[in-house]
């Protein structure tokens, strides 16, 4: 069945850097794009940006469009969040997402477990 | 960016009960407005596509209509499992942006 697995929680200093990783099963992942979505503590949902897949092209939010890279490795289905000069506010739960596109309707179909991600020095 | 506002921000219910949450887009907003329910814990779900399309596997008995910028969920009958936060969510335009939830509770 289609999956979205990511890796595993940590634990980073203030001005560190996080990479997590969201392997894909399941489907054809260069037919779909991968969103990635974080949660701080007791709060909404905040989109951090976006991957095609298939061209490689991204797009970010503003608030981490200077600290954020979303990357993909076409060999092992795999995508990646890196998020660099980690602040305390970073602290949050962060999904990847399946950004599968119907028409020109976009929804997120398939998400991942969530990686619980916490800045503390 | 495009702000997503929903209402009620929390709402209790019985089993039974119809329960409407309302999402108001900043700006119009066309069809391209989503629902997803999230669980403590767990990762959202998509419950609604494209304002009206009920995601497969989605029981029948959750809804949603609205266009332009406006959009209503519905649960036409509220089950236990459906103590949940649900979240609108614009893809119209990025930034990508969603409400800022309905937590539902079961009395």
């Known amino acids: 069945q289609v999956q979205l697995v990511q890796s595993g929680a940590e634990v980073k200093k203030p001005g560190a850097s996080v990479k997590v990783s969201c392997k894909t099963s399941?489907?054809?992942?260069?037919?779909?794009?991968i969103s990635w979505v974080r949660q701080a503590p007791g709060q909404g949902l905040e989109w951090l940006g976006w991957i095609s897949v298939y061209n490689g092209n991204t797009d970010y939010g503003q608030k981490v469009q200077d600290r954020v890279s979303v990357t993909t490795d076409t060999s092992t289905s795999t995508a990646y969040m890196e998020l660099r000069s980690l602040r305390s506010d970073d602290t949050a739960v962060y999904y990847c997402?399946?950004?599968?596109?119907?028409?020109?309707?976009?929804?997120?179909?398939?998400w991942g477990q969530g990686t619980k991600v916490t800045v503390s020095s | 960016d495009i702000q997503m506002t929903q209402s009620p921000s929390s709402l209790s219910a019985s089993v039974g009960d119809r329960v409407t949450i309302t999402c108001r887009a900043s700006?119009?907003?066309?069809?391209?407005l989503n629902w997803y329910q999230q669980k403590p814990g767990k990762a959202p779900k998509l419950l609604i596509y494209a304002a009206a399309s009920l995601e497969s596997g989605v029981p029948s008995r959750f809804s949603g209509s609205g266009s332009g910028t406006h959009f209503t969920l519905t649960i036409s009958s509220l089950q236990p499992e459906d103590s949940a936060t649900y979240y609108c969510?614009?893809?119209?335009?990025?930034?990508?942006?969603f409400g800022q939830g309905t937590k539902l509770e079961i009395k």
């Open positions: 997402a399946r950004d599968n596109c119907r028409g020109s309707y976009c929804v997120f179909d398939i």
């Open positions: 969510q614009q893809s119209y335009r990025t930034p990508y942006t």
């Open positions: 700006q119009t907003n066309s069809i391209y």
């Open positions: 399941g489907y054809a992942f260069t037919s779909y794009g």
